[in-house]
């Protein structure tokens, strides 16, 4: 789970948690014997999972922000 939040200046205006995406990294991988292999992409991806949920900076213009703003949900 990465949390993505929206910001201005200091103060915090929304908050969303977005589920992570998943890939099969285990795929390419045939036969019961390929042991090492399967741990050391399980863990090539884990350390690409933790550099994914390092924090960042994103900017929008500001049309793009008001025209979110003046969504309707339809509940």
Do not use: C, Y
């Not at 884990?46 to 703003?69: C, D, H, M, N, W």
């Amino acid at each position: 789970m990465i949390p993505v939040q929206a910001a201005i200046g200091g103060k915090i205006i929304a908050r969303e948690t977005i589920k992570g995406f998943k890939k099969d990294v285990l795929t390419k991988i045939h036969g019961g014997g390929a042991r090492d292999r399967k741990r050391k992409l399980l863990d090539k991806q884990k350390k690409g999972k933790t550099r994914s949920k390092q924090f960042g900076k994103v900017e929008i213009p500001q049309e793009a922000f008001i025209g979110v703003l003046k969504i309707k949900k339809n509940d």
